[in-house]
């Protein structure tokens, strides 16, 4: 059943093209993974001469203004000036954040990351990878990945953690384990992401010149995929099914429905395992321009000390919110009955949903509006989950009037 969320309810993030929480690099396209269906060309893998990767960043300073920068790829571990490259994005004023599925990643290399200021990392892992030592695995037995790799991380000390889930029609049933497995390690885990599987129906007519081709022929219409598109209403579901008191904040619209829900955010403040309750739209507000007015930029990542001050979080948000008045009496309650409970402490966890492109019914791209995963291309600013059109045909692909995969309603 998907469920039905009122984008006019939710807080809005104020994140633009030019001032956003976030900006994305890609210094390579080699990868040691080939997750069904991805978008990239791994055929002929290219590493990016580090001058031409401070190129791209001085596009973005110039352009973007971005709470933190993240390196992504293909696989960024593989890139051999890795450590190099996070040293300069902390140097030139971003939170460095690596994107990667993990394999290539020893507590060595994780220890030089640190040092060259990396701010966290945000792994992927799911079931459309095949890895190595994982093949056969489930969703839910790739849990095991992830909480290995969180832990080598809280070894680290002070680095964010996140995951990142490609979700399709066929592993939609697993997701709330996925999400009952962040709650049992909030103290480590701050983030879980689910990207929606990008529409197995994507095609359409190009129209881009000689060069035009179907978009169904850049991107890959993987078995995985499963046979009908998912969206952000059934996420939602499903994360209701495990966590009831499950509500968003935030959105990011797309740039052909105002209602669609391109990013959906919700964060949640769990205290010794149990979700006491979720933020409210109007405390992400206060969140989000407060760190503007002190800081600069909007926010997009948090170190694990600043997430694990619920309790403060939930006081001061009691001042000025309802909702979070009813968090802290849930905490005040919980410490009462278990007293242990006052000395720890309580995490704020986000989950995120991301829905890429979809195609209306009418032929217009649903692209997220104000998307924070934009790239540079040819020294432009371009939309990172579309680079295969540019470097196939030189430019986005337009599509005709067609039918499949719109959005519900």
Avoid at 147 to 164: H, K, Q, W
Avoid at 167 to 185: F, G, I, K, Q, Y
Avoid at 377 to 399: D, H, M, T
Wanted: some cysteine.
């Amino acid at each position: 059943m998907t469920e039905a969320i009122d984008h006019l309810s939710l807080y809005r993030l104020p994140w633009n093209y030019s001032d956003n929480g976030i900006s994305w690099l890609e210094p390579t396209t080699k990868c040691n993974l080939r997750c069904q269906g991805c978008y990239r060309d791994l055929e002929n893998p290219v590493h990016k001469p580090l001058e031409q990767v401070r190129a791209e960043l001085e596009v973005f300073r110039r352009l973007r203004k971005s709470d933190c920068m993240s390196i992504a790829g293909g696989e960024p571990l593989l890139y051999p000036d890795i450590v190099p490259l996070v040293r300069m994005v902390k140097e030139m004023g971003w939170k460095p954040i690596v994107n990667s599925n993990g394999l290539a990643l020893t507590e060595g290399l994780l220890a030089e990351l640190k040092k060259a200021g990396v701010f966290g990392f945000t792994f992927h892992v799911d079931t459309s990878q095949n890895r190595p030592k994982a093949k056969d695995a489930t969703e839910t037995e790739l849990n095991a990945v992830r909480l290995e790799l969180a832990r080598m991380v809280a070894r680290a000390g002070g680095l964010a953690c996140s995951f990142n889930a490609t979700v399709s029609e066929n592993t939609l049933a697993e997701l709330p384990n996925l999400v009952d497995w962040a709650r049992e390690h909030a103290d480590i885990v701050q983030t879980m992401v689910f990207i929606l599987f990008r529409s197995p129906e994507l095609s359409g007519d190009g129209q881009g010149g000689e060069d035009s081709a179907r978009l169904g022929n850049i991107y890959d219409n993987a078995e995985w995929g499963g046979e009908t598109a998912v969206f952000a209403g059934d996420v939602a579901a499903r994360i209701r099914s495990i966590d009831p008191a499950y509500a968003p904040a935030a959105y990011l619209n797309g740039t052909a429905n105002p209602d669609s829900l391109k990013w959906l955010l919700a964060t949640r403040l769990v205290l010794n395992g149990k979700v006491l309750g979720y933020v409210s739209p109007r405390f992400m507000e206060v969140l989000q321009t407060s760190n503007h007015m002190t800081k600069g930029t909007y926010l997009a990542y948090a170190t694990p000390k600043a997430a694990s001050l619920g309790k403060l979080a939930a006081t001061l948000g009691s001042l000025f919110d309802r909702n979070m008045r009813r968090i802290l009496g849930k905490m005040l309650l919980r410490m009462a009955l278990h007293p242990p409970s006052i000395l720890a402490p309580a995490h704020m966890q986000s989950l995120m949903i991301i829905q890429p492109i979809n195609i209306e019914p009418d032929g217009r791209q649903d692209m997220c509006d104000s998307c924070p995963d934009m790239t540079v291309f040819q020294g432009k600013l371009v939309w990172s989950c579309r680079l295969e059109e540019l470097n196939k045909c030189g430019a986005f692909i337009a599509s005709e009037k067609f039918a499949p995969a719109s959005r519900p309603g």
